[in-house]
T-cell receptor, first 113, second 118 residues
Framework: QKEVEQNSGPLSVPEGAIASLNCTYS??????FFWYRQYSGKSPELIMS????GDKEDGRFTAQLNKASQYVSLLIRDSQPSDSATYLC?????????????FGKGTMLLVSP | GAGVSQSPRYKVAKRGQDVALRCDPI?????LFWYQQALGQGPEFLTY????????KSGLPSDRFFAERPEGSVSTLKIQRTQQEDSAVYLC????????????????FGSGTRLTVV
């Protein structure tokens, strides 16, 4: 059973601060890692993907991956109230000719003005 | 199409009624997933198609759930004799490729179908 664990939150940060979201996964064979943002009542929207150990930056977002520790994180710099949403960690593993994509339960982020 | 399209957007069913949920993926997308998302939870895997082949249906919660993608494009998720515990948002996601090493763009989700069983 592939598991993806996230702290459900809410994580509350003031506007302008750095928000740090964490995720651990159980399947060592996992190869691709995604962060999705989901606003209330909306569908998930891809914001970051990462495949190699280390950091990947895109604007205010930085994804960090440590495969040895089976840990992936998302940093949001200069947090804005519009960043308030649930952030879903998704892990893709390839097996037997297809991929599986497993989601965590999500961390709710609240950015206060 | 420009995105993944799901219909209906909302569905209210009486307990015991059969429902059919439609997903129209982005044209040419090989991989298609169905997920069930209960309130306050992350998406839970239901089933996976690679073109018309249903390669994994291990997440379907009971034999009342059935999915098909006969021509490798549009997919339908059917739920027979709906129960209250089936109330959830049903999400469809598709991708151009399959496989972690090839799938650089991740998966695109549709807007979902919110099913309420009364």
């Amino acid at each position: 059973q592939k598991e993806v664990e996230q702290n459900s939150g809410p994580l509350s940060v003031p506007e302008g601060a750095i928000a740090s979201l964490n995720c651990t996964y159980s399947d060592r064979g996992s190869q691709s890692f995604f962060w999705y943002r989901q606003y209330s009542g909306k569908s998930p929207e891809l914001i970051m993907s990462i495949y190699s150990n280390g950091d990947k930056e895109d604007g205010r977002f930085t994804a960090q991956l440590n495969k040895a520790s089976q840990y992936v994180s998302l940093l949001i710099r200069d947090s804005q109230p519009s960043d308030s949403a649930t952030y879903l960690c998704a892990v893709e593993a390839e097996n037997s000719g297809y991929s599986t994509l497993t989601f965590g339960k999500g961390t709710m982020l609240l950015v206060s003005p | 199409g420009a995105g993944v399209s799901q219909s209906p957007r909302y569905k209210v069913a009486k307990r015991g009624q059969d429902v059919a949920l439609r997903c129209d993926p982005i044209s040419g997308h090989v991989s298609l997933f169905w997920y069930q998302q209960a309130l306050g939870q992350g998406p839970e895997f239901l089933t996976y198609f690679q073109n018309e082949a249903q390669l994994d249906k291990s997440g379907l919660p009971s034999d009342r759930f059935f999915a098909e993608r006969p021509e490798g494009s549009v997919s339908t998720l059917k739920i027979q004799r709906t129960q209250q515990e089936d109330s959830a948002v049903y999400l469809c996601a598709s991708s151009l490729e399959w496989g972690a090493t090839r799938n650089s763009n991740g998966y695109t989700f549709g807007s979902g179908t919110r099913l309420t069983v009364v």
